[in-house]
Nanobody
Framework: QVQVVESGGGLVQPGGSLRLSCTAS????????MAWYRQAVGNERELVAL???????QYVDSVKGRFTISRDNAKNAVYLQMNSLKPGDTAVYYC?????????????WGQGTEVTVTV
């Protein structure tokens, strides 16, 4: 099994910054794509950013220029640096790790970390 744990959420004022972290642990797995999703109250979960094993990144339009995704393969970790935060960024942020394990590819999710942007 692969365990995924996020951290770094919190309360911040508009224009502020937060850095989310996510670490995958377990045995016998090889990580491919790592991604951040978010789900605001009443909304569907949406992809915020992803980073492939080779470093290719992708962002939802609403965060381009403000958020930066990065990864540390040695630590099985992915990060989301969030700058110029807006109230519309308020959501629970989830980390998803896509990994090969036992000749199968599976997606593993964390429990989520809450981000609240408010005055």
């Amino acid at each position: 099994q692969v365990q995924v744990v996020e951290s770094g959420g919190g309360l911040v004022q508009p224009g502020g910054s937060l850095r989310l972290s996510c670490t995958a642990s377990g045995s016998g797995f090889s990580i491919n794509v790592m991604a951040w999703y978010r789900q605001a109250v009443g909304n569907e979960r949406e992809l915020v950013a992803l980073i492939a094993n080779g470093g290719h990144t992708q962002y939802v339009d609403s965060v381009k220029g403000r958020f930066t995704i990065s990864r540390d393969n040695a630590k099985n970790a992915v990060y989301l640096q969030m700058n110029s935060l807006k109230p519309g960024d308020t959501a629970v942020y989830y980390c998803k790790v896509g990994a090969f394990r036992a000749n199968a590819y599976e997606n593993y999710w964390g429990q989520g970390t809450e981000v609240t942007v408010t005055v």
